[in-house]
């Protein structure tokens, strides 16, 4: 595609595209003469990869449109079809979120699987995404599609891609697929058509799977405490996604019914009208179900993000509203989940996951109580797949998390699960209560017993990826590794999963896979500290991660900020002054780092 010229490009898309929004799109630009904006929109495709697609909906093949969508059906299709024959009769499971265009695009989707004779489980109304990878093990299905973009502003979607283990699709699958799609992208006869019946299209499959997932959830968070109690009142939000269309009903199944969903974000609205990210990560996000919450008198809040597959969490703690952390939240359902194993679990068999940039409490916690822990690279792509491989060697795994709201329990799904979470959370919350204890007392009772771990995740900003290597080769070109000094710490390990680099072990390799596609560093300093320092590959971000492990909240607190200070002095500000972030940079703990360098 990129040596044709820009004229055979548009005359490709005109060719290929009958959907007359984006086809006028082009025809405009092409009337105008933007050659510019023809070149960002057809030059390049948009990217198959993070098990999936994303990107902004707008016309051309660098975007999110019916046509992108409708090569990759196509590409997965023949996929399935030709490497994965002995599977291909079982189907796919297709859902989608409440986003512009999801229903549309999942219809366009079920087209490929039927054109080569597919059977397609297709979820006929909006559905939370763990609803997918649970459909595809449930249906036993040779593949899943869940078309969201989570919760990316309202203007992008998405398509995402799980394998018949029902985890994220990784390595090297996504690379085949990504070029099967390549070798696919013309539309097939019947790609445009609304969907009509035929004998491959399950077309009520949302209506048979929603009481064995709602079921499911109830065993599952039910087995994790002795005697059930209903938690103390709560307010719930789905901020305006699909979390509201389910979670509710989980309740009524485990007797839950104290609780009140705020008005204005209870409906899915693909417009997200009352917030400015519908991330519950971000400041403000939570702002009208704290308003709720007060004017109710409730003093707990939880949340899930538009397509519910995160979960968050806040508590009223002396007064003023606590947003508890990924890490916070991960530690808690963690500590819920090892106090629920019975006395005849074989602990050394038992394994517990998260990410490299994910809080190394997990790590302690587990190695107290006796069970496995394992690492991976960030995202459940990673945690799903190696779950499933720790399985094969006969470990069990009930339970993995990331720092960015995501929480999996394999009892139920292979993938981050908003709604089981709630569900466990709130079984854990009746019994802590039981006990005398709030959420923040119980958060306060781990950090006594394991060690106070205070984190500061932020970023700074990155204008273009160039600027980003600039700052990774001048980290590696300096004399920090060779002379094991970072600032005023001390450099205990070195880890480069670009380079394939690890001071720690035997042969400088490192125990996880390397990327010479992306950037990314983890360095273990004295003072507890360790902390990952790495390129963004979806975002205009270099992101920092970095967790102290203190005797108390003031020791460990002073760590992460030092850390956080030199990163800006020693690599920032040295190799690449122009890039920026916050002035006001929170630990986990609530303590805020004013800056006055912009």
């Known amino acids: 595609m990129s040596q044709d010229s820009l004229t055979s490009l548009v005359q490709t898309w005109l060719q290929w595209d009958q959907d007359p929004k984006t086809r006028s799109e082009i025809e405009q630009f092409r009337d105008d003469g933007a050659e510019t904006e023809l070149e960002l929109r057809l030059r390049n495709r948009i990217e198959f990869g993070t098990a999936g697609l994303r990107g902004r909906m707008a016309a051309g093949f660098a975007c999110m449109n019916s046509l992108t969508v409708i090569q990759a059906s196509q590409g997965l299709a023949k996929f399935i079809k030709t490497q994965r024959p002995e599977i291909a009769s079982q189907g796919v499971v297709i859902g989608h979120d409440a986003r512009h265009n999801s229903d549309r695009f999942a219809v366009l989707a079920a087209n490929a699987f039927i054109a080569l004779q597919i059977p397609v489980w297709f979820f006929e109304q909006e559905v939370p995404t763990p609803l997918v990878p649970f459909g595809v093990n449930h249906f036993k299905a040779a593949a899943g599609i869940m078309v969201t973009a989570s919760h990316n502003p309202p203007q992008d979607n998405g398509y995402k891609v799980y394998s018949s283990n029902g985890a994220q699709i990784n390595r090297p699958e996504d690379g085949e697929i990504a070029q099967s799609i390549l070798e696919n992208l013309e539309p097939w006869p019947t790609a445009w058509e609304d969907q009509r019946p035929s004998q491959y299209l399950h077309d009520n499959s949302y209506r048979e799977l929603l009481p064995h997932y709602v079921k499911q959830v109830e065993e599952y968070a039910k087995s994790t405490v002795s005697e059930w109690k209903s938690p103390r009142p709560f307010v719930y939000t789905p901020l305006h996604g699909v979390g509201g269309l389910v979670l509710p009903t989980?309740?009524?199944?485990?007797?839950?019914?104290?609780?009140?969903?705020?008005?204005?974000?209870?409906?899915?609205?693909?417009?997200?009208?009352?917030?400015?990210?519908?991330?519950?990560?971000?400041?403000?996000?939570?702002?009208?179900?704290?308003?709720?919450?007060?004017?109710?008198?409730?003093?707990?809040?939880?949340?899930?993000?538009?397509?519910?597959?995160?979960?968050?969490?806040?508590?009223?703690?002396?007064g003023k509203w606590f947003l508890f952390t990924g890490n916070h939240v991960g530690v808690l359902l963690a500590s819920h989940v090892f106090e629920s194993l019975d006395t005849t679990t074989d602990l050394s068999k038992t394994t517990v996951l998260t990410t490299t940039v994910s809080s190394s409490m997990l790590g302690r916690m587990a190695a107290a109580k006796g069970c496995q822990f394992k690492e991976t690279l960030t995202g459940f792509k990673w945690m799903a797949n190696v779950a499933r491989d720790v399985e094969k060697d006969g470990q069990t795994v009930?339970?993995?998390?990331?720092?960015?709201?995501?929480?999996?329990?394999?009892?139920?799904?292979?993938?981050?699960?908003?709604?089981?979470?709630?569900?466990?959370?709130?079984?854990?919350?009746?019994?802590?209560?039981?006990?005398?204890?709030?959420?923040?007392?119980?958060?306060?009772?781990?950090?006594?017993?394991?060690?106070?771990?205070?984190?500061?995740?932020?970023?700074?900003?990155?204008?273009?990826?160039?600027?980003?290597?600039?700052?990774?080769?001048?980290?590696?070109?300096?004399?920090?590794?060779?002379?094991?000094?970072?600032?005023?710490?001390?450099?205990?390990?070195?880890?480069?999963?670009?380079?394939?680099?690890?001071?720690?072990?035997?042969?400088?390799?490192?125990?996880?896979?390397?990327?010479?596609?992306?950037?990314?560093?983890?360095?273990?300093?004295?003072?507890?500290?360790?902390?990952?320092?790495?390129?963004?590959?979806?975002?205009?971000?270099?992101?920092?991660?970095?967790?102290?492990?203190?005797?108390?909240?003031?020791?460990?607190?002073?760590?992460?900020?030092?850390?956080?200070t030199t990163i800006q002095e020693e690599w920032v500000q040295r190799y690449t002054p122009s890039m920026t972030c916050s002035k006001q940079i929170p630990t986990s703990s609530g303590h805020v780092l004013e800056l006055d360098h912009q």
């Open 250 to 318: 989980v309740c009524q199944s485990l007797g839950i019914q104290d609780f009140v969903s705020v008005p204005a974000q209870e409906k899915p609205d693909p417009d997200f009208p009352t917030v400015k990210f519908p991330n519950p990560e971000e400041a403000g996000a939570l702002d009208l179900a704290m308003e709720t919450a007060d004017k109710e008198g409730k003093s707990l809040i939880i949340a899930n993000d538009p397509d519910a597959d995160r979960f968050a969490v806040a508590e009223k703690v002396n």
């Open 398 to 564: 009930p339970f993995a998390y990331e720092e960015a709201l995501g929480y999996m329990f394999p009892s139920v799904c292979y993938d981050k699960d908003g709604i089981t979470a709630a569900a466990v959370f709130l079984a854990a919350e009746a019994k802590w209560r039981d006990q005398g204890l709030t959420i923040y007392d119980k958060l306060q009772q781990i950090f006594t017993t394991h060690g106070h771990h205070e984190t500061m995740n932020n970023y700074f900003r990155s204008p273009n990826p160039e600027l980003t290597i600039k700052l990774f080769q001048g980290i590696r070109s300096g004399s920090f590794l060779a002379d094991k000094k970072f600032g005023n710490f001390k450099v205990m390990r070195w880890r480069d999963l670009t380079e394939g680099y690890d001071s720690a072990s035997p042969n400088n390799k490192p125990d996880l896979p390397e990327d010479p596609t992306s950037q990314m560093l983890t360095l273990w300093l004295d003072r507890g500290v360790r902390f990952t320092f790495r390129g963004s590959g979806t975002e205009p971000k270099v992101k920092f991660y970095i967790e102290s492990n203190g005797d108390s909240l003031d020791d460990a607190t002073k760590a992460v900020c030092d850390a956080f």
